[in-house]
């Protein structure tokens, strides 16, 4: 399960870094959101997907899984909205002021 979890991750790796170097913002935006799913992806393949019972059973449990990478993935995912959220702002707010969202004419390479 893990190595198809692994090859899932690479897909969307691949799709994210086609998405980044676009030149429409939102483009951009959804591919960075799109490289740090798939990064939580990879870590929690990484980790193995174990299956075990809760950690706080008490000291005779047989096997149990490991809280601090679930607990470090989802302030990871906690931090990743909150950066897609601003990303989405600056963009709304620079379409509005400038009324483009192509990067070429936000640096101010206007021919194509």
Do not use: C, W
Request: proline share 3%.
């Amino acid at each position: 399960m893990e190595t198809f979890m692994i090859i899932i991750s690479g897909i969307l790796f691949t799709i994210a870094t086609y998405l980044i170097l676009n030149k429409n913002f939102l483009r951009i935006v959804l591919g960075l959101t799109l490289f740090s799913h798939a990064t939580h992806i990879m870590l929690i393949s990484i980790n193995g997907l174990k299956r075990g019972s809760a950690p706080l059973l008490g000291e005779h449990a047989e096997s149990y899984t490991d809280p601090i990478p679930q607990a470090l993935i989802l302030t990871s995912i906690v931090i990743s909205f909150a950066l897609t959220a601003l990303l989405l702002v600056l963009g709304y707010r620079t379409y509005i002021e400038l009324g483009t969202d192509n990067m070429k004419k936000l640096r101010g390479e206007s021919h194509e």
